[in-house]
């Protein structure tokens, strides 16, 4: 296996002249295996050179593993700045010890919910599994992991990897159990031993070593070991090399470098031939095979997963559609999800998939040529028993029937037409039992009207043409704004007739914020997306072009029909003045009179 450290610090990152050599980031550890399997010890802010150089290797498809030994920020914070996470089409699978009351996805969104950080991790475009850990054996493709609980003030484990006839074990952060063990002093005994039997034969060890024996005794309980106790420990494991870590920020590179000579005499009167050094960032270690532990395969293995508390719940969604083009939408956005979907066709069959399977999500057509949707959902109300667990019913339908949904337990509509990545966004938020913050616009009263007035136009589908560019352009450069669109929203559709600064030549009307603008027929200004829970979840916010501000200007024409916008985007938020509102009008009003010409 090969090893590159990339991150070798403890408690916080130290940059600066006097930790060059051992390096200022926060820990993260990159492992690869012959065959390029690629695990990655704890996400410190060493993370973010390690993502940039995977993401300058111009992959694609790149796939990886992540294995946080705790939550502990030192151990997290350049999660939020691994760009690997934001490209569509890697995969990443990450691990962590399960937490008391909350699952590692809650407990990783923590620290990037938006008092912290702008952005959430809803908006990884890479697709990502989170796995909770407790002690167990688990295959990470040719890499086989071993997790052990380690002595240290949050819940954290330590990771043991074997492959290629070859061992490394991991372990940060721990303190041993026993404190004389701690200073030096004592013998292995009890979960020391324990731990002592986790490490032992390792090619390779990384362990923390924050503090000297004679810092220790102030330290007591913080959660760390000394370099005196972990070279004892590597001795009395067999380990063939050792690489300390978790360094003190308090710790300068020729303090280290003192440390180290230290060893030596501890090194010196041992009949082991240990190799130890501190880690550095940069250091690169190939760590062949010893063939002590290839056949070795303890008989107490087993599982450490934890059942999957997986972002999204395994249990599969129901349904009972006959429109088959609906039915194919909703399937396809639930396997998107990577739930599975199962149709019913009658109350019994309902009955028994949820004794069966125990679904999360019911979804059923409201007006079917042989059922009444409301009596099917009324059935499954009487039929379900588990109080904890109830299942979300949405009914698909041309419009809402407020009253009768109630009556019936109706958890949510589904109004006809929507697009898929409408359906999945609604379907993720059902399963999660989240909000949805994506609204579409109603449609507006005068809809009829309005279409035939903008088909009249015969613009829909034209070429560019100079006199609007010259508007948007305009509007771009007036408000130094990235984006700048003349919207007309079609039936289906929102299609922009000049567009600076963005590619599309249309979008859905699902996911349009001109049709809020054609069904209100007032200007709308949105400051921040995700502070809007129209918008949040909106694709259009997360993913390209990243909307984060809008200012949108109605298109009226003389017979009063709304057909669009004149709108400004930006990927960062901010607001307009009242004279700023004025000059768009200005602008708008440009846009129609050369709509008429
Ligand atoms: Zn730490
Ligand atoms: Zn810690």
Known sequence: MRVEFWGTRGSIAKPGSSTVRYGGNTSCVEVRSKRGTLVILDCGTGAHPLGQSLISGGAKSLRGHILISHTHWDHIQGIPFFAPLFVPGNEWDIYGPRGLDQSLRETLAGQMRYTYFPISPDQFEATIRYHDLVEGTFDVDDIRVTTRYLNHPALTLGYRLQADGATIVYCCDHEPYSQSLASGQEEFAGQDLRHAEFIRSADLLIHDAQYTAAEYPAKIGWGHSSVEYVVKLAQHASVKRLVLTHHDPLRDDDALDHILEGIGSQLHNATSVLKVSAAAEGDVLEI??????????????????????????????????????????????????????????????????????????????????????????????????????????????????????????????????????????????????????????????????????????????????????????????????????????????????????????????????????????????????????????????????????????????????????????????????????????????????????
């Open 288 to 597: 062949e095979s010893s063939q002590a532990e290839t056949s070795e395969r303890s008989a107490g293995e087993f599982q450490a997963m934890t059942s999957p508390e997986s972002a999204l719940d395994d249990r599969p969604v129901i349904l009972s559609i006959t429109d088959s083009r609906i039915a194919a939408v909703l399937s396809d956005a639930i396997r998107a999800e990577g739930l599975r979907a199962d149709f019913f066709s009658s109350i019994e069959e309902a009955r028994e998939l949820i004794a069966r399977d125990r679904p999360s999500l019911a979804i059923i057509e409201h007006d079917m040529p042989r059922s009444d949707g409301m009596k099917t959902c009324r059935a499954i109300r009487y039929t379900e028993n588990d109080p904890a667990h109830p299942l979300s019913v949405v009914m698909v339908a041309a419009q809402q029937d407020s009253a009768a949904a109630a009556a019936a337990g109706v958890t949510d509509w589904l109004i006809k037409p929507f697009t898929s990545s409408y359906a999945r966004t609604k379907v993720r938020a059902w399963v999660l039992r989240t909000a949805c913050r994506w609204m579409r616009a109603a449609i507006p009263d005068d809809e009829e009207r309005r279409i035939a007035s903008l088909r009249k136009l015969r613009i829909l589908d034209t070429e560019p043409e100079e006199k609007f560019d010259r508007v948007t352009r305009l509007a771009a450069a007036l408000f130094d704004v990235p984006m700048a669109l003349i919207s007309l929203v079609d039936e289906d559709r929102q299609w922009f007739k000049s567009c600076v600064g963005l590619s599309a030549k249309e979008t859905s009307r699902d996911a349009s914020f001109c049709a809020h603008v054609v069904y209100s027929q007032t200007p709308m200004i949105v400051a921040d997306t995700f502070q809007d829970i129209r918008f949040a979840d909106n694709p259009l916010v997360i993913n390209e072009p990243r909307i984060r501000f809008y200012a949108g200007y109605p298109l009226i024409l003389n017979d009063g029909s709304c057909i669009g916008t004149l709108c400004l985007l930006d990927t960062r938020p901010r607001s307009l003045r009242g004279s700023d509102i004025e000059r768009l009008h200005d602008l708008a009003d440009i846009a129609l009179q050369q709509l008429a010409a």
